[in-house]
T-cell receptor, first 113, second 116 residues
Framework: SQKIEQNSEALNIQEGKTATLTCNYT??????LQWYRQDPGRGPVFLLL?????KEKRKERLKVTFDTTLKQSLFHITASQPADSATYLC????????????FGGGTRLMVKP | GAVVSQHPSWVICKSGTSVKIECRSL??????MFWYRQFPKQSLMLMAT?????????EQGVEKDKFLINHASLTLSTLTVTSAHPEDSSFYIC????????????FGPGTRLTVT
């Protein structure tokens, strides 16, 4: 079965720096990979979706890369702000019907002013 | 657009009682809704998938007689935790798919269930 690994340790960075979060998966490359933001006690909020034939996707200060050879996605937040502090989850579609999302454990990002 | 609500946001119940959680898509029709459970400092685990008018499909290890799911309309799904026990205490989150993108799931704010 697909295993998704995210760094469970919190990432602490200084405001203004670029945060880079990693998502590795172990099995087949999914057609889509998604990134979500989750604040404490709240449901996840969709951020970006990247397809297997896309190397990179950008949205404002966010950038996602998808390397099917390395079986890895990187999630970047440029010019980070304290308001970016949250847990970031990567998720992969793990069934052919596009129904089942399997989530990684998430990485907590702390941006210090 | 693509807003999903859940009610209640938190609930405390006694062991042995049943609790119903509602999930609504407010501004779109959700062809498929999903129910997840999240324990503290862990990721979301899919419990079941439901399509409007059909029986829910439960993930392995999830008791369908304990977690009753009803998806009676394109905007409403309910999860009923029957005969709740303290080990059922968790954060329950629903998501809905419908909107403009087939693969995007829109999540509700979650329901914190505490069984005493």
């Amino acid at each position: 079965s697909q295993k998704i690994e995210q760094n469970s340790e919190a990432l602490n960075i200084q405001e203004g720096k670029t945060a880079t979060l990693t998502c590795n998966y172990t099995n087949y490359s999914p057609a889509y990979l998604q990134w979500y933001r989750q604040d404490p006690g709240r449901g996840p909020v969709f951020l970006l979706l990247i397809r297997e034939n896309e190397k990179e996707k950008r949205k404002e200060r966010l950038k996602v890369t998808f390397d099917t050879t390395l079986k890895q996605s990187l999630f970047h937040i440029t010019a980070s702000q304290p308001a970016d502090s949250a847990t970031y989850l990567c998720a992969l579609l793990t069934d052919n019907a596009g129904n089942m999302l399997t989530f990684g454990g998430g990485t907590r990002l702390m941006v210090k002013p | 657009g693509a807003v999903v609500s859940q009610h209640p946001s938190w609930v405390i119940c006694k062991s042995g009682t049943s609790v119903k959680i509602e999930c609504r898509s407010l501004d779109f029709q959700a062809t498929t809704m999903f129910w997840y459970r999240q324990f503290p400092k862990q990721s979301l685990m899919l419990m079941a998938t439901s399509n409007e008018g059909s029986k829910a499909t439960y993930e392995q290890g999830v008791e369908k007689d304990k977690f009753l799911i009803n998806h009676a309309s394109l905007t409403l799904s309910t999860l009923t935790v029957t005969s709740a026990h303290p080990e059922d205490s968790s954060f329950y989150i629903c998501s809905a798919r419908g909107g403009d993108s087939f693969y995007e799931q829109y999540f509700g704010p979650g329901t914190r269930l505490t069984v005493t």
